[in-house]
């Protein structure tokens, strides 16, 4: 009886305990499309800060874009943690030739943002959050410095995190990407996730010997350079109505090339306008750390 007694206790345990977890609030709030989920937990304790993106369009054969690389890094380095560079090879100027030219740094989207944003020309070409100054979008490299220094007093509309994990045997990094707006502004936003390498080395025309070997730089080292979106040349929408109240998050499973240095590797990913495509927010994380 005793034995019998005791089984029963344990059975209405359980079903008491099955019936309260149904009353646990679900740490998601709905699976909504693509890789994002609204979650309901809270950023409020990560500081904002102000993140911009200079994006450096470049090319082996450009004969001035040493010059541009180094005005671009000497300001992510004077801007650290705030100024992300992105170097986006794209156009004549990017296409493999003979010799030491033969390396192909162009990729889908980096072809399609140097056809959209309208940057067909000689390059170095470059643009700070994809923000227009003084009416233009696509800047020359004389005034990166003193946009990037408009754009970094801007108050941040949002908090970005990121984590990564990677499988050396899969070569798969599983990126988890937190987005949270400040206040509840109106339009759609989109995502883009990006893999990024550094140190590759090749040759890089070049017109300027203060900067280097003319005509030729050789076993010049390309650092920032874009490899590649992993969510189609313009990402996916993040929301379409934004919650302050909801933290917005992504996953992304990327498989690096095997042509591509792993410990040379970043995840980059920035919000957009949906429309605008002007950038709010941008983030980067080692793939090792």
């Known amino acids: 009886m005793n034995s019998t007694r005791s089984v029963l206790l344990v059975l209405v345990s359980v079903i008491f305990l099955l019936s309260s977890c149904d009353k646990i609030k679900t740490p998601y709030a709905t699976a909504r499309h693509g890789n994002i989920i609204d ?10 800060v102000k993140r911009v993106l200079l994006e450096d369009y470049t090319g082996h054969k450009c ?10 890094h000497n300001l992510e380095a004077s801007h650290e943690g705030n100024l992300i560079v992105l170097s986006v090879h794209a156009g004549y100027q990017a296409l493999p030739g003979t010799g030491e030219y033969t390396a192909d740094y162009r990729t889908a989207a980096g072809e399609a943002w140097n056809v959209d944003f309208g940057i067909n020309s000689i390059n170095p070409q470059g643009m700070v959050d994809r923000r227009a100054f003084d009416g233009t979008v696509v800047l020359s490299k004389d005034v ?15 908090v970005m995190t990121m984590t990564n994990a990677y499988d050396t045997n899969t070569r798969i990094v599983n990126s988890v990407i937190y987005s949270q707006f400040r206040s509840a502004i109106a339009g759609s936003y989109n995502i883009t996730v990006c893999v990024v390498e550094d140190s590759l080395i090749g040759g890089q025309k070049n017109n300027n010997p203060a900067v280097g070997t003319t005509p030729d730089i050789h076993n010049y080292i390309f650092m920032d350079v874009l490899r590649g979106s992993v969510n189609g040349n313009y990402g996916e929408v993040l929301t379409g109505t934004v919650d302050p109240s909801l933290t917005y998050m992504g996953k992304f499973a990327i498989t690096l090339d095997a042509n591509w240095t792993a410990k040379n590797c970043w995840i980059l990913a920035f919000v957009s306008k949906s429309d605008t495509r002007e950038i709010l927010q941008v983030i980067r994380r080692k793939v090792i750390q």
């Not at 979650?39 to 904002?48: E, Y």
């Open 39 to 48: 979650t309901v937990m809270d950023l409020d304790t990560v500081a904002v």
């Open 63 to 72: 004969v001035n874009c040493p010059e541009a690389a180094i005005i671009a």
């Open 144 to 158: 990166w410095s003193n946009d990037v220094e408009i754009a970094l007093t801007q108050t941040p509309e949002l």
